[in-house]
């Protein structure tokens, strides 16, 4: 089993507490699917749990994931949460287009654990994006992204 830490070669890495873990689950193996029950058991209500459906090797999400937390706006620049299921609805409805093109590239589908104990199952259709400049620079949001986030 495969996992990386995503605050790792980032601005972040030093909030360990608030760490994003990325854990590559086979769900063809039975070892695999007894983690992830167990996972699933011990984060079903503190709304912790964001897992998603992917054919790609971990190092390409790794890397994909680690700059998509890059968030910058105003001459300013953090770290957008879009992980937490508590905050995914709203990061979706706050990107442009382009921008959940290219988040969601990767991933076939999103499963999270809503506030009212619900699975919650969100398809992606979306083809790879050529927005090479989200790759390298992360997100750059508008006054009205930020203030709808308020991050």
């Known amino acids: 089993m ?6 790792a070669q980032t601005p972040e890495e030093q909030i360990k507490e608030e ?3 990325l854990l590559a689950l086979d769900t063809r193996n039975k070892n695999h699917l007894e983690i992830l029950e167990k996972i699933c058991e011990i984060t079903h209500m503190n709304n912790r749990l964001l897992a998603f ?4 090797p971990l190092g390409t999400l790794e890397e994909h994931l680690r700059c998509a937390m890059q968030v ?3 001459r300013q620049e953090g770290l957008l949460r879009f992980y937490t299921p508590d905050m ?3 990061v979706n409805m706050v990107l442009s287009e382009t921008q959940k093109k ?3 590239q990767y991933m076939q ?6 506030g009212h104990g619900e699975w919650i199952v969100y398809q992606t259709d979306y083809p790879l994006s050529d927005q090479n400049e ?5 997100f750059v949001f508008t006054e009205k992204q930020y203030d709808a986030l308020l991050l």
């Open 2 to 7: 495969s996992y990386c830490l995503l605050f």
């Open 19 to 21: 760490e994003a873990l």
């Open 53 to 56: 459906n992917s054919s790609y």
């Open 72 to 74: 910058k706006w105003d």
């Open 88 to 90: 995914f609805d709203l």
């Open 102 to 104: 290219w988040l969601h």
């Open 109 to 114: 589908r999103w499963f999270y654990i809503d």
């Open 134 to 138: 989200f790759n390298v620079n992360g």
